[in-house]
Structures are given as C-alpha cells and as structure tokens.
C-alpha cells in the first residue's frame, strides 16, 4: 500500500512536470489555433540559452530563467512575424514551416553543442521525505511552478482586459480587427509568451531530465498528448490531461511489463480521439 | 470473365502456388549456394581500395559515445594507410572508411549495412544497438562480411555465426566480478537493479545476480526500462521502497545519466551506485550529473583506467578534431580496427572467411603490446572469435581533467584490475544454442573458477 501511494505522488508530481511542459503550446494552440509542430524544438532552445547563461555568465538558476524568459519571448515573436503570420490560413503550409523550423534547429543545437547530457545546478536538491514518503525537490517545485503558470495564464485570460482582447481574436481575428485590434500584435504577443513559458517549463526540468538536443521530441510529443486529452485550448484540461497521463506513465511502469508500459498513455490518447475528439474540458467548435 | 482470366478451381491455384514455391525455394537455395561457390576475392577490393564501414549512431539514441568510436576506427584505418595500407598479395591496398547512420534503431542500421553492401563493403565495425545487431546478424553470412562486435546479449552473441569477431567481454564473465566487489568490498547485502528490457541487460543482471545470490547476497528489486523512456521514479520507488542498498544501472549514455541523477533526487542518495553499458566523461561533466554519479563502480579494458603518452595524443586529437572528450569508448574501435586489418596481411587475403581465421594469429603475436593486453581468442566453431580480453574495475571521478586524465580510477584490489573477462574455452554456451535450458548460462563465480581452472586457464588478474 505504502508503495501505492508513493506511486501517486510520483504520478502527480511527473503530471505536474507535463503541464508545465505543454502549457505554452495549449496557449498558442487555443488562442492562435496554430499547431506549432516547432514547439519542442523552441523549448530545447530555451534551455540551451538559459544552459550558456548559467556557464558562460554564471548566472545563478533564477537568473538564468529569467535570461531565457526573455530571449524566447523575442524568438517567438520573430518565428510568429516571419515564419508563421505569412502562412495564416494556409494550415498546410504551417505545419510543414514548423516541422521545418524544428529539423533546422535541432539539427543546429547539434551540431552547435553536441549531443551530450547537459545539466544546471538548482536551487532545489535532493528530496523531501514526509515520513516514508519521498518528494524530489526538484519535481516538486516544477509542479508548483506549473501550478503557478497555469493560474497566471487562466488569470490573465479569463479576467484582464488583455484576455478579453485575446478572446475576441481568438473567436474571430477579422472581426477583432474591424473593432481596431492590432491583432497581428497579438498573435506575435501570445506566440512570444506560449515560447517563453516553453523555454521556462525546460529549464525548471533540466535538473531531473537534463538538457539535450533529444529533449525537443519529448516535448512535442507530450504537449500534444495532454493538449488533446486535456481539450483543444482549455488551460484547465492542460492540467488535467497532464495529471492524467502522468499517472498512467507512471502506475504502467510500476504495475506492468516495461515493453508494453508505453502503450497505457497511448491507448488513453486513442480512446479519447474516438470518444471525445475534443478532449476532456473541450468544447465543440470553440477552441479558447 | 474476359480473356484476361480463365475459371479455375481452388485445387488448380493451390498446385500451381505450390510449384511456384517449390520453384523460388529451389532456385533461391542454388543460387544462394552458387553465388557463395563462386566469391571471387577481387570483389573485396575496388580500385585498389578495402572498404571498412563503420555503423554507429550518428542521431538518435548514444550519439555521444558513438563519437569517440567513430573517430577511434578511422584513427586506426589512417595510421594503417599512412604506413602503406595493407599488403596482400604482393598489392598494398588503402581501406576506405564509409560511415552509416545506425540511429539507435533496426531499420536505420540495415538501411546503412545494405547502402554500405551494394557499394562493395565487406568489413564493418560499430552496431552497439541491440536491435541494430539484430538486424544486420544474418544477413552478414549471405553478403559475406565481418562484423566486429563489442556487447550482445547470449540470444544475439551465441548464435550460429562464424563471421563475427567479439571485442569486448561477455556479461558471463564480467557480471560475477562486479556482485564479487558489491559484496566484499562494498559489503553489500540487498542489491537492486534497474536495467534495459534486452538480452543484452538480461545477460548482466543475470550473470550479477548469481554470485550475488551464491556469496549470501539477495536481489531485493529488479525493474526494467525503455531506451525511450525518460523518467524512472517508478522503478526508483520501487527500489527504495525494496531497502536495497546499491543500485546497479544496465544501461548507459544518457538514459543511464537520468537514472543515477533521478535516484539521488528520489531518496537513494548514499547508496552505492555500479554501471554497465557506454559511460563516459560526458556523463559526469556538468552540475548535479556530476555529483550524483561520482563513485560509481565500472568495469572497462585497461585502457579505460590508466592513461599515458598515448592516451594523451589521441585526447588532444580527438578535442582538436570533433570537441569531444577521449571517452571510454574509443578503445572498442581503435584496436579491432587494427587487429582485423593485420589480420588481412596474416591470411593474405581480403577475404572475410580468410581473414576472421587469421585474428587468432594476429593476437597471439600482437595482443599483449596491445593497450588492452589481449590475452588470445577464444575460437568457436559456429559463433566467430571472442578476444580474450582483460577487464579492470574502476570508479568515476567527475573531477578528473578529461582532457588530461582518466575518468576512472582503478579500484584498490588488485583481484579486480585484469580478471578475464572472457568466458573459458570449455563452457557451454560457446557450442549450444541459446535456447538451450540445459546449458549453465549464468554460472557464479565459484563455477567460472572452476570451469577455467578445468580448461587450464589462469585464473589471475593480468594488473595494471
């Protein structure tokens, strides 16, 4: 039974990893309706700007996160003005311009720094043990930063005058544009915030999964997983399908042949598809 | 049905498919047997040229210690034809050194062999993938080329294939040494583990397990992982929950970092760490990897735990080359290449089937001047060449200058630095088929003693 519930927390505390990991994208995603297949290769940058800032600045962990905060806000609005504001409405062309983006990027952190396990040193070391039970730092600070993330995003969405003027793009960009919405501004604005989120959610992950190029594929493909499961564009269900899918992760190691472990998660995705294509918290025909 | 199709009876298709099976059957087994009968040896040298391929990953999973790797059997090849190639029959021949992209997967490494095939290669070194070395076992015998192997697993290495020339130890022998020093130097008593879901992981934690168990150890978790997988506090929960008071990590490169770096997160931060699998100064060089992995017991050839002039010049090579670090791995090229190479001289002959017979040769005469100290072959008759290669214990020191020095420090006891790890002529497992249950494939150290001590081999370690 004690192992049981360590497993929980172990399953809440990786969810908690997950939504910080996918948060950025379900906000492009629901505001912006852009599937930005360049997601995982944003967030890899991120924690490489905030990787050199740490050993070419020795900017302490915050510092650093702040530094990468920054410059990912600027890459993302330059992705979004040049790269994928030219291709709006062409959803073909989009997708092909990310998963482009991606190779080239991935392809240069490669060759740039090599494939080597990067790590930073954090301020939060070791675990936390509540009687028998263990808690790495590390994860539980992610999972407090993506709790705070989360809220601050749904916050300034569901009850600032910015969100109000996001939604209304979001709904109808024309429309928002003939009310004088300089929504061109607002889409580099929310692609440049959903790329530094990205680039803060990997390096608060550098210290448990470390920092190589690989780590782009990870984040791609789980930020899509718990953006469907969770429901296209809901910031809530984020949290949820995060939470979701770390618990199947980790009970199907724990409870089941390793081999077949990484179907579990697979198989919650499918059933989803088939029985609620617009994932948990989703609506129908409104993606934010 | 128009004149494209006549009505037939089931019975007609079925003897017609019939013959057309047995036709293909046949003409495929005289064709295979002809096309073999009738190797003519100019086919293994175009334009005066020898190819040596090299598959190894070149994306994917373990690109980092591929690196060295790839670098260390080129090394080999440009000192070779820098001193005139080699020289068979009165004809020197440089070797050419394609490389392949083994992307950590089966499919990535058969589409390199078979690029690397039609472009007349007949000699490749690399494959450290599991499903890489599935894919391209086999299908080497019909295209008549020698693989240099380092690690398999019994149901990869054992099989039935003489074209294949082992460089490194076997799990069997190895994996005894390693539950030997947990349990006497490290006095441990409950061990875990958590290795790769592979014959390759199977073989270690097995071959460990057993002189653990035997000397009154007790094996209180075993967990497995995916390459792909990038979290463990499943297994480590388990692990911890197990009281065990060592962890042994059967996996490498960066997997094998995130499992020691999550377990000391996860609550095992005292307990000893032992490693298989490709390690190297990448995976201790920054922060909390360091840290979290210093200490951990590894075995490796002699080269991996002392350094010298040599040593030096390859660093300073291989940082001024590529920017990498002289990584453990650079020895599984480097001297195969060159043994397998002397030993096309030795069979004068570039012939696969020639010169794979000639290594036992080259060994006995060169081996011991080798920076490995190989110590001969082991030559089987359906299963290729095992080096007989010695194996030393060393621990990690994440402080150490890796461009000037070691990562791993040999450990104190001289019975760990240079055991045998090969396994002695008379086992078993070098005859039978791996599927065989009544082979021992697993012995424990007392049994290996005795098993080498019955084949008249020396049981000593060959030191530093």
Known sequence: MHLFVQQIINGILLGG???????????????????????????????????????????????????????????????????????????????????GLSLVIRGGATIAWGSQNRFIMSPFEGAVFFGHFVVPAARFWAGLVSLAIVGAVY???????????????????????????????????????????????????????????????????????????????????????????????????????????????????????????????????RLA | MGILFQDVSRRQVMKGGAKAVGAITISTAIGGRMAHATVDTSQFAQNGKVKFGTILPLSGDFTVVSQPWIHAIKIAIDEVNAAGGVKVNGTSYQIDNPIGDEMYTAAGALSAYKSMVADGCHYYGGLVSIPGQAAVQGVNIGTDSLIVEALTGKDLSLTNNNLRFFEYSLAQATGPYMADYAFNVLKVRKAGSIEIANTWGEDFFKSFAATFQELGGQVVSRSYMEITQTDYSAQI????????????????????????????????TNIPFLAEGAWGPEMLQQGDGGTSLDGTVYPGARPYVIWDAQHQAYSDKLHADAGIWLNNWFWHGYESTKIVLWAMEKANSLDPRDVVKAIPAVVDERGKGLMIRAQGTVVTADKGVFLKIPMYLGRFNSKADFLHETTLVPVQEAKYLGFPGWMPANWA???????????????????????????GEDNASVGL
């Open chain 2, 237 to 268: 929960s388990d692990l911890l929950n197990s009281g065990a008071d060592m962890l042994y990590i059967i996996v490498g490169d960066g997997p094998g970092t995130a499992i020691g770096v999550q377990a000391r997160q996860g609550g095992l």
């Open chain 1, 17 to 99: 990893m997950f939504a910080l990991m996918s948060i950025g994208l379900s906000m492009i995603f629901g505001i912006m309706k852009t599937a930005n297949f360049a997601y995982g290769s944003l967030y890899m940058l991120g924690g490489y700007v905030a990787y050199w800032s740490s050993v070419l600045l020795q900017a302490p962990f915050l510092v650093a996160v702040v530094i990468a905060f920054v410059v990912m806000f600027g890459a993302g609005v330059i992705v979004e003005y040049f790269g994928f504001a030219p291709l709006r409405g062409n959803e073909d062309a989009a997708l092909i311009f990310g998963l």
């Open chain 1, 155 to 285: 916050f300034m969405i569901e009850r600032t005058r910015l969100g109000r003027v996001l939604r209304a793009v979001s709904d109808d960009s024309r429309r928002a544009s003939l009310l004088g919405i300089n929504t061109k501004a607002q889409f580099c604005f929310v692609f440049g915030l959903g790329t530094a989120l990205s680039a803060l959610a990997c390096v608060f992950l550098i210290p448990v999964f470390s920092l190589l190029p690989d780590v782009d594929d990870t984040a791609l493909y789980i930020g899509f997983a718990v953006v469907i499961l969770g429901g296209l564009g809901s910031i809530p269900g984020c949290i949820v399908g995060a939470m979701i899918l770390g618990l199947v992760n980790v009970m199907a190691f724990a409870y089941t042949d390793s081999s077949i472990a990484p179907i579990f998660p697979l198989a919650i995705l499918i059933l989803t598809l088939m029985l609620r294509p617009q994932g948990l918290l989703g609506k129908k025909g």
């Open chain 2, 429 to 455: 497992g070098y005859t039978a088929s791996p599927d065989d249950k009544s082979v021992n494939w697993y012995p424990t150290m007392s049994e290996l003693t005795k098993m080498r001590s019955d084949a």
